[in-house]
């Protein structure tokens, strides 16, 4: 019985052969499996040809070993911009449909759940690269100039904070470390805050508050209006969400359950990014004590751990997102200031993962003093230091900040500035104006 040969299909393989830049450049993502019958023995044999003899085979060749007759084929600019944007997008289809039919046989065990997530997650990665890496000597002031902007830092607006990170860039992960109770996941919210404030848009993930807890503490933080007393004063928290929502970029609370993974945090992004049409320019993950890793059981804390860091940065790269999350502190991280990375509940390999790690401290006058200390215990891109910085926290409102809160501020609602005149507002102006990143400091020191 004679096959029908895919037409879409075999023109796809015949511009693949037609140019030796071009075949280099798709090799890397073809496989036999995403063809049909009998063109995906073509592709077979094209890619053994390529790795013994490192060339293309010709037409004639494909037809004498295989069977299968194409075409010589040239190719213009517009063709090539067409088959280039095409190949990528059929071979990635053909992977994520594969991947899922892989899936379904073994998703219903919990043993093999990491094997799906990785089928999917390779499916979703499966791109061409059209750059074989960064030659250091080519336009190297460019490189230079481009490199800030390209991590696209993000800021915190809390100063002492972000004196001690150097700030947050596309696919980077920081994490604040503290014993139950400190305020981990207070100084997230504010985060929160600040990072809409900027007109960032976050998705806050809640593995232990519900969606409605995590909103009230919200509100409270935006509007400067107390917590304990936030049914009371509903009507009032309403009007200035509603004043303050230009000023902001979205918001959205998704609580998810203990154990959670990162494939389904990825599965939220993904249906995120099909509502707004944008992936979140942050998300927030609170936090990662309460995750689950798709390694399986007879993994031990300390790989589980550090497969879930892994996946959340990977996560972070493919959406060009940046993530802000919260750990534990093991029992001899309890009492002690002098926060190190051994200190972490999941081991220093878990701090090794992330681009920036903080500890929060209590002393027991800090305790009485509604504040915390902030040590820095990681960093890649920024100066290291030891020296603790001082966060103060309002118990009214749960607003954290810098300097300490006076007495009208505690018995008044307390503003959020919302100006404009924030870090990321100055960083904005690079648009129309570079600026180094010496200067780009200097400004927000100014803050």
């Not at 449909?97 to 997530?117: C, H, K, M, V, Y």
């Not at 890496?133 to 830092?153: A, K, M, Q």
């Not at 009208?408 to 129309?432: C, F, I, P, Y």
Request: proline share 3%.
């Amino acid at each position: 019985m004679r096959l029908v040969i895919e037409k879409k299909e075999r023109l796809l393989l015949e511009w693949v052969l037609s140019d030796k830049v071009i075949f280099t450049q798709v090799l890397r993502i073809l496989k036999p499996e995403y063809f049909t019958r009998p063109l995906d023995a073509v592709v077979e044999f094209m890619i053994k040809y390529h790795q013994d003899h490192n060339g293309i085979p010709d037409v004639d060749l494909i037809e004498a070993e295989v069977g299968v007759p194409l075409r010589e084929r040239g190719m213009d600019e517009g063709e090539r911009s067409y088959f280039l944007n095409d190949i990528e997008q059929f071979c990635r289809r053909a992977a994520m449909q594969n991947a899922l039919l892989a899936s379904s046989e073994i998703i219903n065990d919990p043993e093999r759940l990491g094997e799906a997530e990785t089928l999917v997650r390779d499916a979703l990665l499966v791109k061409i690269d059209n750059t074989i890496g960064t030659d250091i000597f080519d336009n190297p002031l460019g490189r230079i100039e481009s490199t800030e902007e390209v991590r696209d830092v993000w800021y915190t607006g809390i100063k002492k904070i972000d004196d001690i990170t150097g700030g947050t860039g596309k696919g980077e992960i920081g994490c604040i470390f503290a014993e139950s109770s400190a305020g981990k996941s207070v100084l997230l919210a504010n985060i929160t805050q600040k990072l809409a404030a900027d007109k960032m848009d976050v998705l806050v993930i809640s593995l232990e508050m519900s969606e409605n807890l995590y909103s009230q503490r919200l509100d409270s933080i935006i509007t400067g209006q107390s917590i304990k007393e936030h049914s009371e004063l509903a009507t009032t928290i309403a009007d200035e969400l509603e004043k303050l929502k230009p000023d902001y970029g979205k918001i959205t609370v998704k609580r998810l359950p203990y154990g959670t993974t990162v494939a389904d945090i990825r599965a939220i992004a993904m249906e995120y990014q099909l509502i707004y049409g944008k992936f979140p320019d942050a998300f927030v993950v609170d936090y990662l004590a309460l995750m689950g890793s798709t390694l399986g059981k007879n993994a031990g804390k300390f790989e589980a751990t550090e497969d879930i860091a892994f996946a959340l940065k990977d996560l972070m790269e493919d959406t060009s997102s940046r993530c802000f999350t919260a750990g534990q502190l093991n029992r001899d991280g309890y009492d002690v200031v002098a926060i190190r990375p051994q200190h972490v509940a999941g081991g220093i390999s878990l701090v090794n993962a992330l681009d920036w790690a903080i500890g929060l401290a209590q002393t027991e006058q800090d305790i009485e003093n509604n504040q915390v200390q902030a040590v820095q215990m990681k960093v890649r891109s920024h100066d290291k230091t030891r020296s603790p910085s001082i966060i103060y926290r309002c118990p009214k409102t749960l607003i954290m900040q810098d300097e300490p809160f006076t007495d009208e501020q505690r018995r008044n609602s307390v503003k959020v500035d919302v100006s404009g005149s924030s870090a990321q507002a100055v960083l904005r102006k690079r648009k129309n104006g570079k600026l180094t990143g010496q200067e780009k400091m200097s400004k927000i020191l100014e803050l």
